[in-house]
């Protein structure tokens, strides 16, 4: 069975940094392509960052996290990480990985930035 959960929200203040995780099993993890994505409250889920699966390990970021969040990936560990430096209070949300090949969601991790 194909689970995948996301670890390392939490509260920071506003010019801080977070590192979110998200750990996988029962699924090939090296193979697939992973995106993170966030919902902030009464918005739609859009997408963050993505990574390509086997070697080229290619990233791509969202207009509005380029140059502060970094996703990248640990095959022989099946995890998924985003670090996330210089977080604006519109980066509160709940941020889910995804792999889209399988369709499958994480339960997702609150993100609050605040002062």
């Known amino acids: 069975q194909v689970q995948l959960v996301e670890s390392g929200g939490g509260l920071v203040q506003p010019g801080g940094s977070l590192r979110l995780s998200c750990s996988a099993s029962?699924?090939?993890?090296s193979f697939w392509r992973m995106e993170w994505y966030r919902q902030a409250p009464g918005k739609q889920r859009e997408?963050?960052?993505?990574?390509?699966?086997?070697?080229?390990?290619?990233?791509g970021y969202a207009d509005s996290v380029k140059g502060r969040f970094t996703i990248s990936r640990d095959n022989a560990k099946r995890t998924l990480d985003l670090q996330m430096n210089s977080l604006q209070l519109e980066d509160t949300a709940v941020y889910y990985c995804?792999?889209?090949?399988?369709?499958?969601w994480g339960q997702g991790t609150q993100v609050t930035v605040s002062s």
């Open positions: 997408l963050v960052a993505s990574i390509s699966g086997g070697t080229s390990g290619d990233t």
């Open positions: 995804y792999c889209p090949p399988l369709r499958k």
């Open positions: 029962g699924m090939k993890f």
